[in-house]
């Protein structure tokens, strides 16, 4: 237990946090995007195995790192897109699209890494190319920030500047603007020209660009291969960290990191003598009491809300009674 409290309060355990929260940062971007479109997009899951593997696949044929990460993110892309016709031109309910994704996307992967390499647990036997890692010049020699911050895979650094990003682009560009109408009153964005089919189509396209670097930080970072079902449930915790932070790519951000901080715990955890089932459970049970914190939240918002207008009402009502009087 000891090593356990030295490790969560060194450098290491902040520099596994960072790491830890790379994926979710993607992908929670990528949910921030559908949701702002008023998309319930749940189908990340799938799109993260698909260019995890499409990546491996990709440098290991080519030995060209650019080569994979285009593939990687073309296989993604086409889970993103098969969502956006099943969900926005069929007409296909959402959330048994999504789940239909994730399931082609567990067994999917597996069939491809079967045909390519023989192996249906892992793609050790083939010679795939990692992203890397990035070294910065002078803060690397500061003492416990160096370790914190410097010595993480370029992919970690692309994470976090996607959410400055993100929130460039839907607060600051007019596609970021028929984003947010779309998604708050498509009616009314419909009736001044915005094709609102296609704006939530180009959210979803960028989210699932976004989920694909997520899912090849897991096999081209992360770790230097693909596993089966690898992603481990970061795709829906992505979508609760999304959820947690209200849709505001900052919150969302300061979610995620803390979901990744849950999960670099529970690695921790596996060093201890706890059960190692307990280790497991970390990062479900920090979602759950997330939610359940947010949902108490956003109740209480509701209800001061619904005071506030009911005083208003009652004070309007009181206004005309007494003009009446008057009159």
Known sequence: ????????????FANAIIRMST??????????????????????????????????????LSQNLLVGMLCGVLAGSLIAGLFAYFVLVLKTKDMLVGLALNTLGSGGTIFALYVMSGQKASSISLNSLQFPVIHIPFIE?????????????????????????????????????????????PDAAESVGTNVVKTRVIALMIGGVLASFGGMFMSMGYTPYFTRDMMNGRGYNAIAAQNLGAGHPILTLLCSILFGAADAFGIALQTSRLPPQLASMVPYITTLVGLIIIGQARRKQEKKRALALGARELAAEQESASQGVKG
């Open 141 to 185: 020699d500061i003492p416990v920030l160096g370790g914190i911050i410097s010595g993480h895979n370029l992919l970690t650094y692309l994470a976090y500047l996607s959410v400055i990003l993100v929130y460039l682009l839907l607060y600051k560009t007019p596609l970021g603007l028929r984003i947010r109408s779309v998604g708050e009153s």
């Open 1 to 12: 237990m000891n090593d356990l409290m030295t490790f969560v309060l060194s450098p290491a």
């Open 23 to 60: 994926p979710l940062i993607f992908v929670s971007m990528a949910a921030v995007l559908g949701a702002k479109a008023n998309i319930l997009c749940i189908a990340y899951e799938g799109m993260m195995l698909f260019a995890a593997l499409g990546g491996v696949i990709g440098s290991a």
